[in-house]
């Protein structure tokens, strides 16, 4: 059985471009694999973020997670800095891997762009992301597209480390890409991310998913409600590819091709079957809300699952790379 690593950061709500490009794949992956689901705040950290928040957002994106169906006694869910390891292994591989391969990731570029001078934190961001799955020796990372760079990265981090170390001592990770690679944005100016505001949140309630959907960018073609429009080319049509029946789905096309519907017609029953769609799970998030503690257990019990299996890959890490072992250390030492 092939093991699972995915990760998440905590910096703002879980929307439907995470659910549909990742989460729906881990929560469908943990009946069949072993899965690992990390909240990885070491990774926010490497941009602006508000520190009174994090924790936070981190416990609701915890929440998120197990109302989406992410189920801990199915899968190991823990916060990231709370397992040292991830850290520890991210400087061993930071001394494998080229500068030149870090300054050629494109979310490397758009992001460093932002940034007033570039933090070295941003530039080891995919270091760290190659120590988060290879601390599992993990060979199935399921994502969305954004994320497949940096999962090639690891590839190679990999095959430097164990070429130098240890052949055959951490495989090499495979992106596991879904139907739903890339959902578009609401603004239709690129991919649906928590930092451009341009999402729907899975957790949102129907009139806020009405409010979200109604000023949604369409066809630009469909000016006024006789203009007929190419679905193909609209975001709304995609949206109800993953929402609608499929009935619906050719119904849509229709109307939108010979603007048998207006686009507001076509963005209300979009917007009624995300909300229905999502309903389990706004109703598991109001249960969770109401036992925050439970859910403070559960990354407390994930994280201790996880570190078994960090400390043992980092005792062979440092056997391999030829470090002097404490003689005396213990794990609860640490
Ligand atoms: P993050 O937090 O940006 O996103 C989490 C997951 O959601 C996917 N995703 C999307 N998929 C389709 N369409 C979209 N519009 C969309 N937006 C986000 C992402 O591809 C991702 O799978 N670096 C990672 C977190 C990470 C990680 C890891 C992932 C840290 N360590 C180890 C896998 C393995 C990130 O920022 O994801």
């Known amino acids: 059985m092939s093991r699972v690593f995915s990760g998440i950061q905590p910096s703002g709500e879980l929307h439907i471009g995470n659910y549909l490009g990742a989460v729906k794949n881990w929560v469908e992956l943990q009946d069949s694999h072993e899965c690992f689901i990390c909240i990885v705040d070491y990774h926010a950290i490497t941009q602006a973020y508000e520190v009174g928040t994090l924790q936070r957002r981190t416990l ?3 929440m998120g997670l197990l109302a989406a169906g992410i189920d801990p006694g199915k899968c190991v869910l823990f916060v990231q800095s709370h397992v040292v390891e991830h850290t520890e292994l991210a400087w061993v591989f930071t001394t494998v891997t080229p500068i030149g391969e870090l300054e050629r990731m494109t979310q490397f570029k758009d992001k460093s762009r932002r940034q007033e001078s570039v933090l070295a934190g941003l530039l080891n961001y995919p270091v760290l992301q190659a120590a988060d799955v290879l601390l599992y020796k993990a060979d199935l990372v399921p994502v969305g597209e954004d994320q497949v760079q940096h999962v090639e990265l690891m590839r190679e981090v990999a095959r430097k480390w164990n070429a130098k170390y240890h052949a055959g001592y951490f495989p090499e990770p495979q992106a596991d890409i879904g139907k739903a690679k890339r959902i578009q944005g609401l603004d239709g100016r690129g991919k649906m991310s928590k930092s451009l505001g341009n999402t729907i949140g899975i957790l949102d ?12 960018k369409t066809d630009p073609a469909r000016v006024r409600r006789t203009d007929p429009g190419t679905p ?11 929402f609608s029946s499929p009935p619906v789905v050719q119904e849509v096309a229709e109307k939108c091709r010979t603007a048998g519907w207006g686009c507001i017609e076509c963005k209300r029953v979009l917007a009624d079957n995300i909300a229905e ?3 389990p799970m706004r109703q598991r998030a109001k249960e969770l809300a109401e036992a925050p503690e439970r859910v403070g257990q559960i990354l407390a019990e994930g994280a201790e699952k996880a570190r078994v299996v960090a400390r043992e890959t980092m005792a062979g890490v440092r056997a391999h790379m030829g470090l002097l072992p404490v003689a005396l250390r213990e794990p609860a030492e640490r």
């Open 232 to 242: 193909e080319i609209c975001n709304m049509y995609a949206l109800h590819q993953h």
């Open 205 to 216: 309630e129907p009139d806020q998913i009405w409010e979200r959907i109604r000023p949604a």
């Open 277 to 279: 769609a999502f309903a």
């Open 60 to 62: 609701e994106m915890a």
